[in-house]
């Protein structure tokens, strides 16, 4: 089953060093994954002050600058994995770098026939 794993932390929670330990770590845990066929995507994300948000009303598109929401911790990136059940998951949730100072929320990904093939 493919798995969403969200991380969720506050954008100013590391320095600039940390950061890129963090992104060494997350491409190793990436390799590690893969070696194992259970890698999919991963990807860290721009600054929340980068977002545009565009919503479709009565048929009129709104964009706005910014995040959809304005919360404590932003959306910072994400891994799309095969997992065997929601335990394994969260075992791979756990290793996530961000999961030490974040959160990971993981979501099962629902498969929707008619998408084209990656």
Known sequence: MKYLLLIYMDENAL?????????VESAQLAQQLSSKGQ?????PLHPVATATSVRVREGNSLVTDGPFAETR????G???????DLD???AIAAQIPGARVG???IR?????SGLPEP
Do not use: D
């Open 103 to 105: 959160t990971v929320e």
């Open 88 to 90: 394994e998951a969260i």
């Open 15 to 23: 320095s600039e060093t940390e950061r890129e330990k963090c992104y």
């Open 108 to 112: 099962p990904v629902l498969e929707v």
């Open 73 to 76: 911790e932003q959306l910072g």
């Open 78 to 84: 994400f891994f799309l994995i095969n997992a065997q």
């Open 39 to 43: 890698y999919l995507a991963t990807a």
